[in-house]
């Protein structure tokens, strides 16, 4: 079995919620996190989605496969 693609997301705004709502249902990839330098937003959508919030992109990106630029 081969291991999911592991999407990191940066952007928490309006579009980054559709992009990280809609990541969740695609076979073979998984959200890893997302970054936002909002902390209101990183606590919201770690509450409504279980996803892992970063303060600093640099970390979120060295454990990602992709990139999903969401701004």
Do not use: N, Y
């Not at 309006?14 to 969740?24: A, P, V, Y």
């Not at 073979?28 to 902390?39: K, L, M, N």
């Amino acid at each position: 079995m081969t291991q999911p693609l592991r999407i990191a997301v940066l952007g928490a705004g309006h579009l980054g919620r559709i992009h990280m709502q809609q990541w969740q249902h695609v076979e073979g990839a998984t959200v890893v996190g997302f970054f936002d330098p909002h902390p209101e937003k990183r606590a919201a959508i770690t509450s409504e989605f279980g996803l892992k919030g970063f303060e600093d992109p640099d970390d979120l990106l060295a454990g990602a496969d992709a990139v999903d630029i969401v701004t």
